[in-house]
Each structure stands twice: as structure tokens, then as C-alpha cells.
């Protein structure tokens, strides 16, 4: 079945560090394909997304492009901010038509002064 | 900013009595979600609605969970009885209308303590 494999944490950088968090998938077709954050206390939020390969999504400057041939998502943002340490979930979407979601098991951010 | 409302935040119950959740997604949107996130895991779906009609309940434990959205907006989950294993985030999310290129907009849970 549809799975995905995360990195797992946490990880703690220092404020202005380069920012990789592995994602892997493993699924039939070619899955849409998306991170997540969840900051402290608040609900899951759209970081951002690639439904095709090669396709590099982008936002807040963070990005991941779609790796077929590595079955891969990774993120990354070139200088984290204290205000990115969140909980970051990758997740893909089969081509069932059920848009159903399989998520990460989420890896946890710490970003210090 | 339109966002999913659920309620209560927080919930303690013992085991054995029951529970409900609410949640009113976006409105507009055809397409609910009820997703468990249990402590150090990602979420995972437990049942799927498109207006007031099931899609997808195949991951929902019915021997004690059920769910419902009669008008086909707000919706309620309900455990019982609830048991200690219960203890997870219960997640709403809503979308459009369900296809391939809708996203998922999440509430901010109902964190639920069972004793």
C-alpha cells in the first residue's frame, strides 16, 4: 500500500542553518505529493505541494521537487528563522479518487537564536 | 480568513463513557475529514464524507466510533464507549469537492485524555 517514510527527529538548528528534511514515498501511479507544518497549538497548514515530477513547489522559502527516480520529496530552506520550528508532516495522495491523505510519521523542529 | 472550526479543544473522559466531537468546515466545502493523530505519529483517516454521504469509512472502528453530517455541513464524531487507546488529536479537514487537486484545510483539534 501507499506509505510514506520521514526523517525522523528532532532536529535542531541555529538560527540562519540550512534546513533538509528527507521524505521517501512508496506508492502505485504517481502520487500528489505534499508537506505540512503544524506549529505549536495550532491545526495542520499547507506548506506546500507537486503533483507531477520534477515539480518543485515552493513557499515561505522553503521547496521540494518531486524525484521519481528517487521516490523522493525532500525539503529544504536555505536559513531557518526561530519562527519556523514547528512540526513539518510530508504526505502523498493516491490517484484512487478518494483524495485521501497518508502522512509521515512528522519530524519536529527546533530552531534556536 | 474562512478555517474549520471544531470544538471542544480538549476533552478528558474515563473509559467506557462517551464522547462527541464537532467540527463545521469551510464553508462552501463539500468534502469532510476525521483524521486520528496519535502522540508521535502522523494523522490518519478515519472516515470521508462528500456532502452528507460517506465516501470512505473503511479505517473508522464502527464496533465504537461513529460519525455523521446530516445536512451535509457541520458533522460529529462520536466514541463509545471510549478506551484508554483512544487518547489521540482528533482532526477535521475539509475541502472542496474531494478531487485530485482540491488541499485540505485542517481545524485545530480536539486533543482527547482518556483515564
Known amino acids: 500500500g501507499d506509505s510514506v517514510t520521514q526523517m525522523e527527529g528532532p532536529v535542531t538548528l541555529s538560527e540562519e542553518a540550512f534546513l533538509t528534511i528527507n521524505c521517501t514515498y512508496t506508492?502505485?501511479?504517481?502520487?500528489?505529493l505534499f508537506w505540512y507544518v503544524q506549529y505549536p497549538g495550532e491545526g495542520l497548514q499547507l506548506l506546500l505541494k507537486?503533483?507531477?515530477?520534477?515539480d518543485k513547489g515552493s513557499n515561505k522559502g522553503f521547496e521540494a521537487t518531486y524525484r521519481k527516480e528517487t521516490t523522493s520529496f525532500h525539503l529544504e530552506k536555505g536559513s531557518v528563522q526561530v519562527s519556523d520550528s514547528a512540526v513539518y508532516f510530508c504526505a502523498l495522495r493516491d490517484q484512487t479518487g478518494a483524495n485521501n491523505l497518508f502522512f509521515g510519521t512528522g519530524t519536529r523542529l527546533t530552531v534556536i537564536p | 480568513e474562512a478555517e474549520v472550526a471544531q470544538s471542544p479543544r480538549y476533552k478528558i473522559t474515563e473509559k467506557s463513557q462517551a464522547v462527541a466531537f464537532w467540527c463545521d468546515p469551510i464553508s462552501g466545502h463539500a468534502t469532510l475529514y476525521w483524521y486520528r493523530q496519535i502522540l508521535g505519529q502522523g494523522p490518519e483517516l478515519l472516515v470521508q464524507?462528500?456532502?452528507?454521504?460517506?465516501?470512505?469509512d473503511s479505517q473508522l472502528p464502527k464496533d465504537r466510533f461513529s460519525a455523521e453530517r446530516l445536512k451535509g455541513v457541520d458533522s460529529t464524531l462520536k466514541i463509545q464507549p471510549a478506551e484508554l487507546g483512544d487518547s489521540a488529536m482528533y482532526l477535521c479537514a475539509s475541502s472542496l469537492i474531494g478531487q485530485d487537486t482540491d488541499t485540505q484545510y485542517f481545524g485545530p483539534g480536539t486533543r482527547l485524555t482518556v483515564l
Open positions: 507537486a503533483t507531477k515530477a520534477d
Open positions: 506508492a502505485t501511479g504517481y502520487p500528489s
Open positions: 464524507f462528500q456532502d452528507e454521504s460517506v465516501v470512505d
